[in-house]
C-alpha cells in the first residue's frame, strides 16, 4: 500500500446525524421511521452506537421490528447483545424473527445462555428448529456461517416458470442475496447453478438445466473458514453453495460474511504474529484490562522462555569476565537470527493460510529456506566482518591483537545463527499445523525466543573455538 | 481459527485432469471446447498452470476467444504475461477484447509496455480508448480497479422497461456482475440504487425511483484500496459504485476484487510486519534470488541499526568487565522490550488499517499505552526478581551478596524497557502514516532495532546507579 491521499479525519456521517436523530427520538418519536427511511442500516447502527445507550431501545422500538432487525445486524456485537438482554423477551423475539438465519444464529450464540434460550423458546417453530440446527454445528463451521434463506428451483422446470418463482421469493422480501440460484433434482441434490443474470438471459421455453452449469463448487456444512474463503477467492463467487453429507443444498455463505472473515482472519494473524492472544473484538473497543490479559500471557511464557538465555549465557560467564568484548555483539548476533525467522516465519504463515503451500510441502520449503538462510548469514557475516574489521582500522574501537579472529567468530556465528533462524521459522508454522494448532501462533518473538538461546550457545561455542589462546 | 479437521493434502481438481486434457489437445483439438465446457475458468487456468508452458497457447487456442479469456482472467500473472507476449498482436488483442474492462486493463499494465501499446492500438476503438483512460487513473486507486460495465437505468423509467433493458443488456453476454442496478438522473448522475432482487420485486408500472434507495454509497476514482473495503464491509456491498468529480457513474469495483484487495493487503501487512519487503507473487511462485532480495534489503538495515547495541555496549565495556553477571540478563531485558513493542505495533498496525484508529486518535492511544507499558513491565519485572532471588535461595546460581541489587536493577529495567517498548510499538505506525508511508512497515523487528539500543542504555544506567559500591 503506497500513501496516498485521504480524507483520514472526516468523521462517519452517523455522528453528525446522532444529534439530530436523538432529538427527533425525544419529540417525536413516530416521525423517526420516515424520516431515516432512505438511510442505510449500517449508518443507523453507527447511530445507535453514538446515542446514550438507554436510548437505543426506544431508537429500535420507533423504527419497527423489520428495520429495526435489519440495524441490529450492523450493531456492534457487545451493544446488539446489551440491547437484547434489556428488552422483554417478546420484543427480542420479535425483532431476532425478523433477522436473517446467519445473523439470528449468531445474535443469540453472543448472547447469555439463559436469555438466548429464552427468546428462542419465544421463535415461531420453523424458525426455533432452524436456528437451533444452525446452533449444532461446530463455531465458525459452513454450517454455522450460512443462511438457510437461498433460491433453489427444480432443474426440469422452465426458464419462465423458475423466473416466476424467484419473482415472487423476492417478493416476499426476503434479505439475503438470491444473485446466484441452484438446480437441484428430485432428492433436493444440488446439480447445477447459474446466475440471477444467466437467468434473466436465458429464453423463454429452455429448461433450467440448459441454462445451468453443472459443474457447481460447494462446501460441506464442516467446511472450516479457510476453505470457504479459498472457495470463493478462487472462483469469484457471490455466494458458496453448503451441503450436507447427501449432497442436498441446506445453505449457503454469502460473500459478506466472507469478507468479514478474511478481515478477522488477516486481524487475528497480525495480532499472534505480534505475540499476543488475538482479540475478539476491535483495538479501541477492547477493556484495558482484556487487552492486557491477552498480551501479559504472551509476555510471560516468552519471558519465561528467554530466561533460558540468562542460564545459557551463565555457562559462558567466565569467558565473559575474561573477555568483556564477547558480550559487546551478543544482541547483533541473536538479534538477527531473531530477525530471519521472523521473516521466515511471516512468509509461511500466509502461505499456509493462502493454501499455497500445504503440510507436505514441507521439504521443499526446507530445502529452499535453508540455502536462502546461508546466504542471508553470509551477508551479514561479511557486514559485520567489516565493521569490526573498519572500526579497528579506523581507531574507532580497539579490539586487541586478535581482532580478526574476533571478526571470524562474529561472521561465523552470524551465518550459524541466521541459518538456523531462517530454518526454525520457516519450519515452525508447519509444525504447529501438524499438531493441530494455528500456523499464525508462530509469532516473531516467539521465533526470537527459540532462535536467541541456541543463538547464544553457537556464538559462544564458536568462539571458544576461535579465540582460545587468544581471548579466552 | 482453531484446529479443524480439513482434507488438507487434497490435489486440485484441475491437477488431475490435466493429462486428459493435454492428451485431448494432441489428439483432437477440436474437442477440447466441448469437453470442458461445464468446467469452471478458474480450473480451466489452473490446467493452464500444470501443462507444459508451450502447450499452453495451443489449449487458449482450443477454447476459443471468448472462452479463454474467461481463463487469461483466472490465470498466475505471470504466465498470463508469458502467453500474451508470446502471441501475435492479433491473437492477443482477439483474446484483450474479450476481457473485462478491468482485467484487461490489469493484464495490459503487467506486460512490457511496447508489446502492451501494440496490443491496445489493435483493440476496437472504444475499448482503446476505455483502457487508455483507466489506465491513467493511479495505481490501486479505484478509478483503476473498477469495471465499466454496470448497468444503470433512468430513474424516471418504468419497473417494467427497465427490467427488459436489464434482461436486454444481460443477453448481450456481459461478464460482469449486474447484482445492484444505479439510477441516473438526466445529466448521467447516480441518484439511486437497487438490488437486481428489488427491481425483480417492483410491481410493474412503479417509477425506478420509487424503488431505489436515494442514498447511494459511492467512492470516487480517486479512492484508495482501504476506503474501498471499508465501504463494501461496512454496507454489505457486492459491488461499490466509482463517480467522477460530477457525481457521474463511470463504473464500479465488484466483490471479488475487493476480496483479492483484502487478502493481498493482509498478506503484505503480515510480510511487513515479520520484517521484509512486501512479495508480489505468492511465496511459492516467487523466485529464488527475488525472494532473497526482498528479505536481503530489511535484513540488513536491520542488522545495521543493531550494530548500534555493540556500541552502546562497548560503552559500558568497563562495567561488564567488572560483573559479567550484568551482561547475563541483556538478552532478557532487550527482547521483552522487544516483544511487547512487537504486540503494540500489530496491534495499532491492524486497528490504522481498519481504520478503527485514526491519525487523531495518537494521543488517546498514547495514555492508554503508557499504564499498560507500566503495568506489564511491573509483571515481568516481579517475575524477573523472583527468578534471581529464587535461584540464590535455591543455590542453582550465585550472584553474589548483593543479590537483591541486583535483582532490583533486572525489575526496575525491564519496567522502564518494557513501557519504551510499548510506547515505541505503538507510536511509529502513527508517525509513518503521518509522514505519508505505510503504518505496516512498523515491522516487529524494526521495533525491536529500535528497543534494543535504548533498553541497552536504560539498563546499564540503572546498574550504575544501584550497584555502584556492590557490584560497580
Known sequence: MMAKKRRDDDLPIAALLAPDILALLQEAPDEVAAETEEMHPADLADVAEAIPRD????????????????????LDEELRSDVLETMTTRQAAQLVTEMTPDDRAY???????EVADEIL?????????????????EEDSAGRLMTTEFVSVPSSQRVEDALASVRAIARIGRKEAMYTIYSTDDAGRVNGVMSLRELLAAPDGAAVSDVAWSEVVTVTVHAGREEIVERTSKYDLVAVPVVDENMRLVGVVTVDDVIDIVQEDATEDVQKLGGMEALDDPYIDTGFFTLLRKRASWLTILFIGEMFTAVAMGRFEGEIQRAAVLALFVPLIISSGGNSGSQATSLLIRALALREVRLRDWWRVAMRELPSGLLLGALLGLIGFARIELWQA?????????HILLAMTVAISLIGVVTFGTLVGAMLPFMLKRVGLDPASASAPLVATLVDVTGLVIYFTVALLMLRGTYL
Open 55 to 74: 436510548q437505543v431501545v426506544a431508537l429500535l422500538n420507533a423504527l419497527g421490528a423489520e428495520r429495526a432487525a435489519d440495524v441490529l445486524e450492523y
Open 394 to 402: 579506523i581507531g574507532a574501537s580497539d579490539y586487541g591483537t586478535g
Open 121 to 137: 423458546s419465544a421463535l415461531p417453530p420453523e424458525q426455533q428448529r432452524e436456528t437451533e440446527q444452525m446452533l449444532a454445528y
Open 107 to 113: 445474535a443469540l450464540d453472543e448472547l447469555e445462555e
